[in-house]
Nanobody, 125 residues
Framework: QVHLVESGGGLVQAGESLRLSCEAS????????MGWFRQTAGDGREFVAA????????YYADSVEDRFTISRDNAKNTMYLKMNKLKPEDTSVYYC??????????????????WGKGTQVTVSS
């Protein structure tokens, strides 16, 4: 079992930045590919970014590429999402997720095994 806890959300103005963190516990963090998703009430869970277990590969949704950066520190069992130039449409609950099985990038929600409870990001215009 992998336990994931997100932090770093908050209320910011458009154009500002935030850094989300996802701290993992329970298993060997470096064995798991990780991802960030977001979900707004009434909508499905939307892929944001993903990173392989070693951190050597990353992938981004078109809507956030060039603004968001995903990274991880396996020594600290923590993954990050640096969000720059935030827009009101980035307002959502952000979730981190983990899946074991290889040094790959996973972009579909149903393939992830473990999920955090989410952190709210609100961007005002």
């Amino acid at each position: 079992q992998v336990h994931l806890v997100e932090s770093g959300g908050g209320l910011v103005q458009a154009g500002e930045s935030l850094r989300l963190s996802c701290e993992a516990s329970g298993r060997t963090f470096s064995d798991y590919a990780m991802g960030w998703f977001r979900q707004t009430a009434g909508d499905g869970r939307e892929f944001v970014a993903a990173i392989s277990a070693s951190g050597s590969a990353t992938y981004y949704a078109d809507s956030v590429e060039d603004r968001f950066t995903i990274s991880r520190d396996n020594a600290k069992n923590t993954m990050y999402l640096k969000m720059n130039k935030l827009k009101p449409e980035d307002t959502s609950v952000y979730y981190c997720a983990a899946v074991g099985g290889g040094d790959i990038v996973v972009v579909v929600a149903y393939e992830y095994e473990y999920w955090g409870k989410g952190t709210q990001v609100t961007v005002s215009s």
